[in-house]
């Protein structure tokens, strides 16, 4: 599969093409990806050796999946943890419809957004 295939499957909202592109763009961090879709709901499990940064996570997230422009996704379930464990160190939701964000934590959405500005986040969607 072709990075012009890739890119097109996952404006139609494959899965494995979206894990394909989002593991490209985030192996340099040491971070591995999986997808799932279910009805409106896409859940991406996020696993590293340590726990993955939410703030660089979620807005990756964010961006990545608008720039794709799923009409089928309205709702996305993110969940940082270290490889080997069985649950997450944190959960974030982020509904399409309404933009907001919502976490299990106490993080506000202005301090997400804060923290994710200061991020460099990858351009996964550039064909090379």
Do not use: H
């Not at 799932?36 to 709901?41: H, I, L, S, T």
């Not at 990545?64 to 993110?78: C, F, G, Q």
């Amino acid at each position: 599969m072709n990075t012009q295939n890739t890119l097109e499957l996952a404006r139609q909202g494959n899965t494995e093409a979206i894990t394909t592109l989002m593991n490209k763009a985030l192996q340099p961090k040491g971070i591995t990806v999986q997808v799932n879709n279910v009805d409106e709901n896409m859940t991406i499990i996020a696993e590293s050796t340590e726990t993955p940064d939410q703030a660089f996570l979620v807005n990756y997230v964010r961006q990545s999946i608008e720039k794709l422009n799923i009409p089928t996704v309205k709702r996305i379930y993110i969940r940082g943890q270290k490889v080997g464990s069985a649950s997450p160190v944190w959960r974030q939701t982020i509904n399409l419809q309404t933009n907001q964000i919502s976490s299990d934590k106490q993080n506000s959405i202005s301090e997400l957004k804060s923290k994710s500005n200061k991020i460099d986040i990858f351009n996964i969607w550039r064909l090379d």
